[in-house]
């Protein structure tokens, strides 16, 4: 079916997609297509999935200027295959990577990766790893990978590990939602922001965006990536919670600001 495409009415079909990630597992995500070559990524947060009100909001604020986005699910996640993992970054990283290998395998530039959250971890160690994108968003990721954990796991946590081997992480009815083992504690607690950031190409673009009112997230993570982040950007979104409940619209604003600049000053350069 040919569709004309213009960027101020774009077609946009969405098209289901199953990716293998390198453990076999079948990644499940949506492509907004409008024909544009270029596509951007987006990454949802810990226990969320590409169904998270941040992911379809952004993605249908890019797709409205006829750029093409795919949102996933991350192994073990939403509609993916695999089992839920606490810690994982490393791990999804790498499912980033069978993502954007698979559209670089038909021919298409994944132009910026956005993830939201551990999301936000996770767009920022695959830029370190794999050096291959230039354009990152970092919706309120954490810097500080030790903080945070006896918040959502209790102050004894670590005893029940090492006396159990791991710790269930229980909802209010007393159902087991999902199990911190040592090792992937060990994985998240090992899993250093600080590094990856300094390892990162200086020609790679960075916006971090964070609410001032981050209730799980204190916005001092952000200004921390902010100073070690060779190329980046602040945008802090004043009153806004970790999931920008009241503040869609703003956020989808900034990221598509930032986007749209830095695919515009490429193709200036690339003339």
Not at 119 to 141: F, R, T
Request: aromatic share 6%; glycine share 8%; charged share 25%.
């Amino acid at each position: 079916m040919a569709h004309s495409h213009s960027a101020q009415n774009p077609v946009i079909e969405q098209q289901r997609v199953i990716i293998p990630n390198k453990h076999g597992e079948k990644l499940v995500g949506l492509l907004h297509e409008t024909g544009s070559k270029g596509i951007v990524i987006l990454c949802h947060g810990f226990r969320c999935n590409k169904e998270h009100n941040t992911m379809v909001n952004l993605a249908a604020a890019l797709e409205k200027e006829g750029i093409s986005v795919f949102r996933f699910d991350f192994a073990g996640n939403g509609e993916s295959d695999g089992s839920f993992q606490y810690g994982n970054y490393t791990r999804e990283a790498d499912d980033l990577h069978a993502v954007i290998q698979h559209f670089s395998g038909k021919n298409r530039v994944v132009s910026a990766i956005l993830g939201h959250s551990k999301g936000g971890d996770v767009v920022l160690l695959y830029a370190s790893k794999y050096q291959d994108i230039h354009l990152v968003v970092n919706v309120s990721g954490r810097y500080d990978l030790k903080r945070g954990i006896s918040e959502r796991l209790g102050e004894d946590f670590m005893e029940i590990i090492e006396k159990d081997g791991y710790f269930e992480v229980k909802n209010k009815k007393g159902g087991v939602e999902y199990r911190v083992t040592e090792e992937s504690l060990t994985e998240r607690l090992r899993t250093d922001m600080h590094e990856a950031c300094i390892k990162m190409d200086k020609e790679c673009r960075v916006l971090t965006v964070h609410g001032s009112a981050d209730e799980i997230i204190p916005v001092e993570d952000a200004l921390a990536f902010a100073k070690i982040i060779p190329n980046h950007q602040l945008h802090i979104v004043e009153g806004a919670n970790h999931g920008y409940t009241s503040h869609q619209t703003e956020l989808a604003s900034i990221v598509l600001n930032f986007i749209k600049s830095a695919l515009e000053q490429d193709r200036v350069v690339a003339k």
